[in-house]
């Protein structure tokens, strides 16, 4: 007879890869733990991410657009200050009616148990949850990530937000200073200038979103740059301090010269750090990295019965990957099947205006691999519907090997996140340059300039001297038509 374990499988954190785990495993009729810490399921996501963020940048938009009506032909709107607490409570209704979803209710009624409170590892099967030991067979640990918040000398005592507090405030900021020029950094910047605040920027490297290529986060710079955001790249931030009135002063250098951002608040956007302190990983033989935990392909830990998914992986800090690698440790943890986690199609999007949107490799990492053949550029300027709706800015890039193969796509522009979709199918079905050109799409739309992109991507081989002369040949084309 083997160990008795009070429960088959524990998943800490109830969060997007924790969710899916539990679902999963409890649906298969595998007797199932769900422990979070918080006081409601749906982790980061739901409550303090993705959800409110989208919701708050679509406030953003609606209002953009009362600013543009002379562009679209109508008359002159007038903007009013707007009422944040409004806008809060727009979102709190956004994230309850997703939170049904999310429900303890729903997982009791899909045959888990669901706990909360702070769970910390006794040995490599067991937990102490409220004084009580909880045994499992298996473990996934998915207990996600927060804001990380540098030693920034004065940062603490002058205070600052993070994506915890940004979207319950009571009132809109007159000013507000962002630390950072990721994707939280810009999202929010482009989206509260747009209710009115004045926003700077603070950026240590000397552009945005420095993870993609250059030609697309210049789009995304020179958009926010229109639109009256206060782009500090290429700063060092000395020191934060608090003036009597409550505006706080970032004390920066930029090309060796002094500079001081000032702003009724300080949101802080630099990134993420993986919730493992207080877990007692010690004690399970857990092994972990600077980023998050230490785990093979297959998600597993040094414990190979204790899995990690999610932004404990420290690498791909989406919603989408986390639920992605739920699937992967569910197979691993209750199926028993050596699935391996795969990340080269994994796509990723920044939800600024124009959006921006990644699958598979950029062209600086196709260099860096040695595999670049080369990329084939076509912009939205040319593309209809993009012209009748005023957002022509942008393109869409494919990056070639140098056996002609697509290895990855690029979009800067409208609906960039939407687009992205059908190319991540593309990628994962090595769908070759002759369907994606081929393929009929209607009209007017967006997609049809990843099509022109394709064909682009064809013409060199169909428009050559060779095929030429074959014609020529074959069909007796003399190939010139009447001269002047």
Not at 84 to 105: C, K, N, Y
Not at 233 to 252: F, H, Q, W, Y
Not at 332 to 338: Q, Y
Request: proline letters at 5%; aromatic letters at 4%.
């Amino acid at each position: 007879m083997g160990t008795h374990y009070e429960y088959d499988l524990l998943v800490l954190g109830g969060g997007a890869a924790g969710l899916t785990v539990a679902a999963g495993a409890a649906r298969l009729g595998v007797k199932t733990l769900l422990v979070e810490r918080e006081a409601r399921l749906g982790g980061d996501c739901l409550h303090f991410g993705c959800v409110p963020s989208k919701t708050l940048l679509a406030t953003a938009h609606a209002r953009s657009l009362l600013a543009r009506a002379r562009d679209f032909g109508l008359p002159e709107v007038p903007a009013p200050p707007v009422d944040f607490a409004a806008v809060r409570r727009r979102i709190e209704t956004v994230v309850a009616a997703i939170q049904e979803h999310d429900s303890p209710e729903r997982f009791t009624r899909l045959g888990a148990d669901v706990r909360f409170g702070e769970a910390r590892f006794c040995d490599d099967h067991t937990v102490v949850l409220d004084g009580r030991r909880i045994s499992a067979d298996r473990i996934v640990v998915a207990t996600g990530s927060r804001a990380a918040v540098p030693a920034i000398p004065g940062l603490a005592e002058a205070g600052y937000l993070t994506n915890r507090e940004i979207f319950s405030l009571d009132a809109l900021p007159e000013s507000l200073v962002i630390l950072g020029g990721g994707a939280v950094a810009v999202e929010m910047g482009q989206a509260f200038s747009r209710l009115g605040s004045r926003v700077t920027l603070v950026q240590r490297s000397p552009r945005l979103l420095t993870r993609e290529d250059p030609d697309l986060s210049a789009v995304v710079a020179a958009r926010l740059a229109a639109e009256g955001v206060d782009l500090r790249l290429g700063a060092t931030i000395e020191a934060v301090s608090r003036a009597p009135d409550g505006t706080r002063a970032v004390a920066l250098t930029r090309d060796g010269r002094r500079e001081t951002a000032s702003g009724a608040e300080i949101l802080v956007a630099l990134g993420r750090t993986a919730n493992l302190d207080g877990l007692g990983l010690d004690a399970a033989g857990v092994a972990r990295t600077k980023k998050g935990l230490a785990l093979d392909a297959r998600l597993r830990t040094s414990r190979p019965h204790i899995f990690g998914a999610g932004d404990v992986t420290g690498e791909h800090l989406f919603t989408h990957a986390a639920g992605y690698e739920g699937g992967v440790a569910l197979a691993g943890a209750v199926l028993r099947l050596p699935r391996r986690a795969d990340y080269r199609h994994l796509p990723r999007c920044v939800y600024t205006e124009p959006q921006l949107a990644v699958v598979g490799a950029t062209e600086a990492e196709a260099r860096e691999q040695g595999i670049l053949g080369d990329v084939v550029v076509e912009p939205f300027s040319g593309n209809d519907r993009a012209r009748a709706e005023g957002e022509d800015a942008g393109c869409v890039k494919l990056v070639r090997d140098n056996k002609g193969r697509l290895v990855g796509v690029g979009i800067v522009g409208p609906a960039a996140g939407e687009l992205a979709a059908a190319w991540a199918v593309a990628l994962a079905g090595k769908v070759g340059w002759g369907r994606l050109a081929g393929a009929v799409l209607p009209y007017p739309t967006l997609a049809e300039t990843g099509k022109r992109a394709a064909g682009r991507g064809l013409e060199a081989k169909l428009f050559s001297p060779f095929v030429r002369r074959a014609l020529g040949l074959l069909c007796g084309y003399r190939g010139r038509g009447p001269r002047p």
